[in-house]
Structure formats: C-alpha cells, structure tokens
C-alpha cells in the first residue's frame, strides 16, 4: 500500500563518516529541526531526501509493470503495451510517452514559453496517450494500447507517468525497442533545378556515409550521380523549443542532380544510399518537361498541412487530417509539379515531427517533385540578424534550417534563407515568394519579383502563377482583409499580368475574382485578361479558420473544410482549379480562366 511504502521510506539512513542523517530528522523541543552532528555538513540533509525521492520512485515503480510483445521491428510496425498496477488516487492522470533515444532524460522541467507544448519533461516526447485510453482502466489500473512506430534512426522506450502531461513523475520504463535497418536511407524527395534536363533528389540517412549517391536509369542506360552531405546541430537553430527541450538529432542529408534527361520524355528510375548502408526502392519518375506554350501542365497544390499519428496518440500541434492531403494528391501522383505553400510540417522546433512529415510525404515526393515556399512556422523568428519581417517566435527555433535542409530549393541567390525563385515548366511560370522577409519595394525580394516578371516570355510560357504564404486577400471570423504590406507589390503582379496567386497562412479556402485593390474587375483586355485570381488553400490540415458571417465583396467563393487543390494548364488558352474535400475526396468547386494566345503586352 501507499502507507506501507512510505513507512519503509521514512526508515532510510544515510550513514557519511560517523555521521548519520535521519531522513526524517527528530524536531527539537521548540520544534525546530536539530543541528546534524558536530561534524557532518549541511548537504549531508538535502542528500538524505534525494535518497528518499529515488527510494519512492524505485518502489512506486515496482508496482507498475510495462510489457511489449516484441524489441525489434520494422520501420513503422505497431508494438502493443501491456500497463498494470496503476493505483487508484493516479489513474486520472496517468499517460504513456514515446521517447527517443530510448535513454533520453525525461525529467519534469518547467513549462516553456509557445510555441512548446506538453508533456513538460526535459527532452521532448515523440507523442502520448492517455492510460485512460483503455476504456477498462479507470476502473483496473490495467490496459493494453498499440503504438505505430516510425525508424528514426534511434531506439525506442515507453515510459509511464503520474501527475499529468504539466507535472509529469515517471513511474516505469518499458524495454528498449530497436529497428532492424536503422542506418537504411529513407524519405527521399524530388524537385525542379530550373533546368529540365535535371531533377534533384534529396534524403536523410542516420550516418554522412560513404560515398552517398544516386543510381539511375535512363533509356536503358545506367547513370550515378554523386551526392553532397550535409547536416545541421543545435547552435545551428535560433531558439526554444527547437535548441532545448525539442531538439533531436536529424542525421544527414545527402542531395544529387540527376542529368542527361529528355524533357518530358525520358522515364526514369532511381534508388540512393551508398553500398555500405544499402539502397532505397526503386522509384520512377518523368522527366520535367521543356517549355511549350501548348503543353498541359498538372499542378498539385496545398498548405498548412502538417503530419498525422497512424495510432491516434497525441502529439506537438495535432492534425488528425493531414494524412487525408497526402494521400489524395499521392493517388494522383505523378504529376508535373507538387505545390506545397509554406507552413509544411508543423514541427516548430520538435525535430521528431518533421521524421513524421516526410514519412508522410515520400510516397508523393519520390515520383512527383514537390517545391516549397517558407511559412511562418518555418522561419519566423525574433533572433538578432536572423529576425524575419514579423519578428514573431512561429517556426519555434527553427529559422528555416530545418526546411532548407529537406528542401533545398532553386533560389537564384544560392541562399536558401532568402527562400524566392521561380522556375518554367511546360506553358507555366511559376514563382514562389519568401512572404515572412521584407517584399516592399526597395527590397531585394521586390526587386527578384520585378526583374522576374518583366523577363517573362508570354509566348512560351503564357501563364503565370505567384505562390506566397501569407495571403494578400483573407477572410477569418472577424471579417475580411486586404494586407497593405503584401498589397505594395499588387501593382507589379497587376502590371505582368500575373493570372493566379495562390496564398496559406490562413486555415480556410478563398477564391476572389479577377481582383485590383479590393475591386473586382469586371472588363476584360484583348488577350482575355482582367486581373489576378486570388485563392488562399491554407485547409491542408492544421485547425481551421472560421468565415465572416457576410461574404467580402470580392469573394467568389469561401469555405471552412479541409482540402486540396489542383491546377492545370490544359494548353495556352485554358486553365483550371478545382478544390477538394478531403473527407469526401469529391469536388467542391472549380473555376477556369480563359486567354487569347498569344498574349498582348
């Protein structure tokens, strides 16, 4: 019982020279606590607790016992625990974590400002649940729960704990669980260079390797493309949790170019590691294609999604239906180009999650390249000479290294912080903006925005597509906006006749009409053109953003679902969103744009 081990407690001596310390010291006649024998020293006292703290650990833990049916899995296997012996007074707060490596310290630590989350111990839980999870063991102290483990590289332990995920005491550890191919090369991911006689592929791997490259086959003939490794550490991040309490060493990363390609010909297909550690699977991919004002280009298009847990356990900033995103646009993989518009994985500086992203996303990246814009959540931060224009703490620490490193994109600076490019693929010119740095004019962003467009060949490439991540035109419960500092470049996008830009940030869908400050345009020029379509796709997966109770005047279309969204170029003249409901995977509204070619200056 309670009582008996606090009896066998309070019975612990600590015995330092000829000095002996009662944990419980006798209080002298005026209540006050006796002096230690002459000759012992003051710390002698704290130690004596301490004692007795790790004595009523080791006893409070032998009376939990924590069973796993197995210690070695596969990259993703379910491991079923078995807890029992729960106490009544500690059933209500009791929860299990799953922490990697499996020795971390999982101490109770003070809570750390947002963006950090729960449970408070000094190195970050992968996720948890509940004990309560089992519907019997409120009433037994008992329950089994099955968790789906991913190969991160490390080993893994469950341990259980009282007082709740705020003042979480670690109860009982279970054994270590491994993974029988912890060195193997995963998550690799393509993406466009800007030349379509190439495509990158990127991966991660627990060691730099040996020599790490690419295998690849093109028209029967078998190429090998070396790789440059490259990692980052924790002085690399800029801030809490990502430095502190989230941090989780991310291994290597490991990118090569694969050349000699025919555009929109050549099929290839590759695998990458080294002989050492092995190879991934082969996958297989088309060739991006040259530019061609009549071609038909599929893009496929989404933000703000996030990662979800297979087993339902909880875990830092929860999307329960970003896996919904990921799947569909993969069933409909290959495409010409994935569009992911910043605010991708949602780790904000707990490393673990971005392992559970790209889990999520490789079956999409490997066959369809996926090219990415920095969010808020990527790379705000308020550090010194790395502050973003917002100055806020969004990406957790992170200041974009993290993305970079997964995503190297084709920025004509060579500097992937500065995170804007653009890039031609068949009839479309698209360009990606880094919304959380300066874009005013007289900035160097600004300034890319408006040498790009002016350089822009209408009679190759007709249509243009702008991606940012926070929107120009929104909508939340309060009403409807048009952000000024955004709007500083509408003119320019206005003036090159940008047909379509594409927004996140916020957790809803909007589609405005042909749209110039805050005015829907209702002539068309010669070529067809009126103004920019504005549609913000920020339902990927992260909690959604109510609507207005009236519509703005320049919506055409709003609403507050999960989703995902496709564009295609059909050819010159012709061009088509459609948005989807990730629930149903049905349609839930369209629009098409209609152009002369050629195009008019």
């Not at 078998?222 to 809490?240: M, N, R």
């Amino acid at each position: 019982s309670h009582q008996h081990r606090q009896a066998r407690a309070n019975t612990i001596l600590l015995t330092v020279g000829d000095c002996k310390v009662l944990s419980n010291p006798p209080l002298g006649s005026s209540g006050q606590l006796r002096r230690p024998t002459e000759g012992c020293v003051h710390f002698q006292v704290k130690m004596a607790f301490w004692m007795v703290s790790l004595a009523l650990l080791a006893l409070s833990q032998a009376d939990v016992v924590l069973k796993i049916n197995t210690t070695l899995i596969d990259d993703g296997d379910w491991v079923q625990l078995k807890y029992s012996g729960v106490p009544v007074e500690s059933r209500a707060d009791c929860f299990i974590g799953v922490y990697s490596p499996a020795n971390v310290s999982v101490s109770a630590i003070s809570p750390i400002p947002y963006p950090a989350t729960a449970p408070w111990t000094e190195t970050a839980a992968i996720k948890y649940q509940f004990c309560s999870a089992d519907a019997s063991f409120k009433a037994t102290g008992n329950g089994t729960y099955a968790f789906s483990l991913l190969d991160m590289r490390e080993d893994v332990a469950l341990y259980l704990f009282y007082g709740g995920i705020d003042k979480p005491e670690v109860q009982a550890k279970s054994d270590v669980i491994s993974f029988k191919s912890p060195n193997t090369p995963r998550h690799g991911v393509l993406a466009l260079t800007g030349d379509p006689t190439e495509m990158r592929v990127t991966w991660n791997s627990k060691y730099p390797d040996d020599s790490p490259h690419v295998k690849y086959t093109v028209d029967g003939k078998e190429y090998i493309a070396t790789a440059t490794s490259y990692s980052y550490s924790a002085d690399d991040l800029c801030g809490y949790p990502g430095k502190s309490q989230g941090w989780r060493d991310p291994g290597y990363f490991h990118t090569a170019i694969m050349k000699g390609l025919t555009p929109g010909e050549s099929s290839v297909t590759y695998t990458y590691g080294n002989d050492m550690y092995g190879y991934s699977d082969p996958k297989t991919f088309k060739a991006s294609q040259a530019v061609n004002p009549h071609a038909e280009v599929r893009l496929l298009t989404t933000a703000d999604v996030g990662a979800t847990e297979a087993d339902h356990c909880h875990y830092h900033w929860e999307e329960p239906d970003a896996t919904l995103t990921y799947q569909h646009i993969t069933e409909l993989s290959p495409a010409d180009v994935t569009l992911h518009i910043g605010d991708i994985s949602y780790a904000t500086g707990y490393s673990a999650k971005w392992d559970l992203f790209m889990h999520q996303a490789t079956a999409t990246g490997s066959i369809t390249p996926i090219m990415t814009a920095q969010g808020n959540h990527e790379q705000d931060s308020p550090a010194g000479g790395e502050g973003t224009f917002y100055g806020s703490n969004d990406s957790g620490g992170e200041c974009g290294r993290p993305t970079e490193s997964r995503f190297p994109m084709p920025t004509k600076s060579h500097d992937q912080y500065s995170g804007w490019y653009s890039f031609n693929i068949g009839s479309v010119h698209v360009i990606m903006l880094s919304t959380e740095l300066e874009c005013g004019p007289g900035s160097a962003q600004y300034d890319f925005l408006k040498t790009d467009l002016a350089s822009v060949n209408r009679s190759e490439t007709p249509w243009i597509i702008l991606g940012g991540h926070r929107p120009m035109y929104y909508v939340n419960a309060d009403g409807s906006y048009v952000d000024k500092h955004f709007q500083a470049f509408e003119p320019l996008i206005v003036q090159y006749k940008v047909d379509l830009a594409l927004w996140g940030h916020v957790h809803n869908v909007l589609v405005t009409c042909p749209v110039i400050n805050g005015t829907c345009v209702t002539t068309k020029q010669a070529d067809g053109y009126d103004g920019p379509v504005h549609a913000v796709i920020g339902n990927g997966g992260q909690s959604l953003t109510a609507l207005p109770k009236s519509a703005p005047s320049w919506s055409k279309y709003m609403i507050a679902e999960y989703g995902y969204s496709t564009v295609t170029a059909y050819n010159a003249t012709t061009l088509e969103m459609k948005l989807f409901s990730d629930e149903t995977n049905k349609l839930e509204y369209s629009f098409t744009l209609e152009r002369a070619f050629p195009r008019t200056a």
